[in-house]
């Protein structure tokens, strides 16, 4: 068949209905290894750890319980004797000694040749301090060995434990008593030294304060630091005084205070009267009444017993002052040489006392040494009632069943390891297929010959073909916001990217349009938006209708709202703009902004993406309309494929505005 040149490219869906038929074949096959992946990893595993579990051989275990039984204790420190002795005796239980001649005796007597490695791995304690017993194990496959061997290793320590706690004998007694009696000599002669030398030097003790010579210099201290504070004051108080007198500041000595404030007081009163009198008459009348001259010659007299008053008083107070500046000098003086002379006693005195200190603390060393020996001739006189008298509870006896191991609890656990090592294959092998699985493209084409088709049937048929390459690019290019998977929609979800960039490169009406789909707002609500809905002071908007509601914009929205506002009964968009001219104007917008597969873009794709915004935070399907407005069900159905991370959340906790900036 020839070729003309001409072309027709048709979908290869319209031409062949093998891919599904393809696609359903894989599946099935991809199913048979995942059953067959699950099948053989599950009976490996269980075969394996069966067989490994019923391979064991059974554990025998043997037990002799030994009590140790002490006498009533009287006091703290013997109360605390068995428990330890019951710890200390636990351990050696199991040291390499007792093992050692374990094996010899076992060798000897039972004819058994176990090595000290075997019997360590085999014997095992276990004490309980509370109630005095140790418990002893023997544990093994050989069910007959384990009675003779229990019953050597206990006999052995038994007889071991005896020839170890042996008391002292009276000679070690003996020995200690006379230590003792030398060490009490020694203690006796230095007590005397150490007597003889404190009375000789007039020390009462080691304490500082409690020796007289010491005691007395802290007093002299004591008196001259209040002396010196004492004549700090006088010296003080004269110069101010002074300061004052020299300012001509009226200074009198305390004791007068009374006094002095009498007379002011009467001098005030006849000034007060004089200053009556004054108003009332005039000072031709003043001079010539005798009771107003008596009372001026009067107030006179007083002033002038009263400055004489005040420089007696001033001149008395500064000498006093200066006698107890000049006495306190000499106190302190006095006080100086004193002391200096008792510092000269004083290092004297230390020094003889650093020697008592010496031979007291020789003294103290000799007592610390005679009372440790007290208590070791004590502890070895007491030694013997500190034995333990040992029972044995239970006797070694040669076990009837195993106690180890669980074979039926083993085969169990080995079901259910085999079982999610099955799973765990099954979901590894269904990753790696995943992974190798090839990545989705483009619907392939068949080209066939032309035929005799006329222009508007290719012209139709090239519309058909790029309809569906671009709902193709749609779902293969949009990114899923949120890891979270679009629902199979015809409208692209858009990403925050591509909502950016529309609307950065978007005019007015283009903002406004973005802004108010992403804030709610239905598509068949948009030309019925006026600018008197707008809520400026709440920057929100009022949609009126069957699914009334409000709606919060952003600043940016409102912003422009209120910049064009002109007729409050106006609608925002202009009536030019229908459904179709809407999808255009996006189309535009996203061509003006650079985005990849501008065609994609439409109200549809906003609105798309929108309620997808608010199902993967959580919205539930049957609230969204409070605040999208009417959404079919079956249009709902497709979101339910939206992850919403297992969270449910109210409609009024989330955020309805999309973020455009």
């Given at each position: 068949m020839a070729f003309n040149g001409k072309v027709e490219v048709t979908p290869s869906q319209f031409v062949a209905g093998n891919a599904e038929t393809r696609s359903e074949e894989e599946a099935k096959k991809l199913q048979k290894?995942?059953?067959l992946v699950l099948s053989v990893t599950f009976v490996v595993v269980f075969a394996a750890a069966l067989a490994w579990i019923w391979s064991r051989s059974e554990i025998y275990q043997s037990q002799a319980i030994v009590h140790f039984s002490y006498a009533q204790q009287h006091n703290t420190d013997q109360s605390t004797v068995p428990v330890e002795q019951i710890t200390l005796n636990n351990q050696r239980l199991t040291s390499n000694r007792v093992f050692n001649g374990l094996s010899a005796r076992l060798l000897a007597y039972d004819?058994?040749?176990l090595s000290p490695e075997q019997l360590a791995a085999m014997l095992s304690t276990e004490a309980n301090t509370s109630s005095r017993i140790i418990s002893l194990f023997a544990t093994g496959e050989d069910q007959t060995v384990l009675k003779p061997v229990l019953e050597q290793w206990l006999s052995l320590y038994l007889q071991q434990l005896s020839a170890e706690t042996i008391a002292n004998t009276e000679e070690t007694i003996s020995a200690e008593q006379e230590k003792m009696l030398a060490l009490e000599d020694k203690i006796t002669a230095q007590r005397a030294v150490v007597q003889a030398f404190g009375e000789e030097n007039n020390i009462v003790s080691l304490e500082r304060d409690e020796n007289r010579v010491l005691a007395k210099i802290k007093s002299k201290g004591a008196a001259l630091d209040e002396a010196e504070s004492m004549q700090a004051e006088a010296e003080a108080?004269?110069?101010t005084v002074r300061q004052s007198i020299a300012n001509g500041e009226m200074v009198?000595?305390?004791t007068d205070k009374a006094r002095m404030d009498g007379l002011y007081a009467v001098i005030a009163?006849?000034?007060?009267?004089?200053?009556?009198?004054a108003e009332n008459f005039t000072p031709t009348y003043m001079d010539m009444d005798p009771d107003i001259v008596g009372k001026k010659r009067k107030l006179e007299e007083l002033r002038n017993n009263y400055d004489k008053t005040v420089a007696e008083s001033q001149q008395r107070y500064l000498e006093e002052l200066k006698r107890t500046v000049t006495s306190s000098q000499q106190k302190q003086q006095q006080l100086e040489n004193e002391l200096k002379q008792l510092s000269l006693d004083a290092q004297a005195f230390n020094q003889k006392l650093e020697e008592y200190a010496r031979l007291d603390g020789a003294l103290a060393q000799l007592q610390l040494q005679s009372q440790t020996l007290r208590d070791q001739l004590v502890q070895a006189e007491v030694q013997k009632p500190m034995q333990p008298t040992i029972n044995i509870l239970e006797q070694p006896f040669e076990p009837d069943f195993p106690i180890a191991p669980h074979y039926w609890r083993d085969s169990a656990i080995a079901l259910v390891v085999a079982i999610i090592l099955g799973l765990l294959a099954l979901q590894l092998f269904s990753s790696i297929h995943r992974q190798q699985a090839p990545a989705p493209t483009f619907t392939s084409y068949n080209v066939v010959p032309n035929q005799g088709l006329t222009l508007e049937q290719q012209m139709a048929a090239h519309q058909a073909l790029e309809q569906q390459k671009v709902s193709q690019l749609g779902h293969q290019q949009a990114p899923m916001q949120l890891g979270h998977e679009s629902p199979v929609s015809n409208a692209r979800l858009l990403s925050e990217k591509d909502c950016h960039g529309l609307y950065r490169a978007a005019n007015r009406d283009g903002k406004v349009v973005i802004a108010l789909l992403l804030s709610g707002?239905?598509?068949?609500?948009?030309?019925?938006?006026?600018y008197q809905d707008v809520l400026v002071e709440k920057g929100a908007l009022k949609v009126y209708g069957d699914f009334a509601r409000t709606l919060d914009l952003t600043n940016e929205c409102i912003g422009l709202l209120c910049e064009s506002e002109s007729d409050p009964e106006a609608t925002v968009l202009s009536s030019r703009l229908?459904?179709?001219q809407l999808d255009q104007m996006i189309i535009n917008v996203a061509h003006d902004a650079g985005l990849p597969y501008p065609d994609q873009f439409s109200v549809a794709a906003l609105r798309h993406t929108y309620l997808t915004f608010l199902v993967a935070q959580g919205a539930r399907l049957n609230d969204i309309e409070q605040t999208a407005g009417f959404v079919s069900p079956a249009e709902l159905g497709l979101y339910r494929q939206v992850n919403r991370n297992g969270n449910v959340v109210d409609i009024d906790s989330?955020?309805?505005?999309?973020p455009l900036a």
């Open positions: 290894q995942k059953w004819s058994l040749s108080e004269l110069a009198f000595h305390p009163e006849i000034q007060s009267e004089l200053a009556e009198l707002v239905a598509p068949e609500e948009l030309p019925e938006v006026r229908d459904a179709s989330l955020e309805t505005r999309y």
